[in-house]
């Protein structure tokens, strides 16, 4: 079956552009996660959404990032007048279920790397 | 921050050596994962131990967790070139029952042939 899928595998964008970046989660699950990992380091939680839930922004690092999930299934990473800083690999995941204290099994998409020049 | 730690961040094997990676978090939990990344891309789920287990096996990965500790230990046993990849754990985010995971910052290993 498919799995998590991104896109644009890589992005090259200049400084100031926006840029929009996209997560289809597997089917069926309600969870969905943004992550940002940079050269060498851990993942970096950014934005969680759990089904029709108010989403937990609470990992974004500044105003110019947001996301949407339309209809319960994909998902878009915005992130407004790009900065050199914001380069990164983006991940998605997705879970089935999101509310099981940790149990849930995240499956990780292949991630898209942005470069800011 | 609720961010774990891992050590050792590089660890460097020859083939049929075992490899052992260590994990420490913050805070408590209700369980622990463990995840393998190739090339800095997806990561793939290894193990899940609860906390109130002690020691779980899979194959050739053994996971230990100490909660009075608040650590965890990746045994990877024989391992192979193939098994060259980072490996980072994660807890769930406390307080609060969600799927929110709290990630290390991993453990690169590489297994020469």
């Known amino acids: 079956g498919a799995g998590v899928s991104q896109s644009p595998s890589n992005k090259v964008t200049e400084k100031g552009k926006d840029v929009e970046l996209r997560c289809d989660p597997i089917?069926?699950?309600?969870?969905l996660y943004w992550y940002r990992q940079s050269l060498g380091q851990g993942l970096e939680f950014l934005i969680y959404?759990?089904?029709?839930?108010?989403?937990?922004k609470s990992g974004l690092p500044s105003d110019r990032f947001s996301a949407e999930r339309t209809g319960g299934s994909v998902s878009t990473l915005t992130i407004q007048r790009t900065q050199q800083e914001d380069s990164a690999v983006y991940l998605c995941?997705?879970?089935?279920?999101?509310?099981?204290?940790?149990?849930?099994?995240?499956?990780f998409g292949p991630g898209t790397r942005l470069t800011v020049l | 921050s609720q961010q774990g730690e891992e050590d050792p961040q590089a660890l460097s094997i020859q083939e049929g050596e075992n490899a052992t990676m260590n994990c420490s978090y913050k805070?408590?939990?209700?369980?622990l994962q463990w995840y393998r990344q190739n090339s800095g891309r997806g990561l793939v789920h290894l193990i899940l131990?609860?906390?109130?287990?002690r020691e779980k096996h899979s194959g050739r990965l053994r996971v230990t967790l100490d909660t009075s500790k608040k650590s965890s230990s990746l045994l990877i046993t024989a391992s192979r070139a193939a098994d060259t990849a980072s490996y980072f754990c994660?807890?769930?985010?406390?307080?609060?029952?969600?799927?929110?995971?709290?990630f290390g910052q991993g453990t690169t290993l590489q297994v020469k042939p």
């Open positions: 805070t408590s939990i209700n369980n």
């Open positions: 131990i609860r906390s109130n287990e």
């Open positions: 089917s069926g699950h309600t969870a």
């Open positions: 995941a997705s879970s089935l279920a999101g509310t099981s204290g940790g149990t849930d099994t995240q499956y």
């Open positions: 959404f759990q089904g029709n839930s108010a989403p937990d």
């Open positions: 994660a807890t769930d985010w406390r307080p609060g029952n969600t799927g929110k995971l709290i």
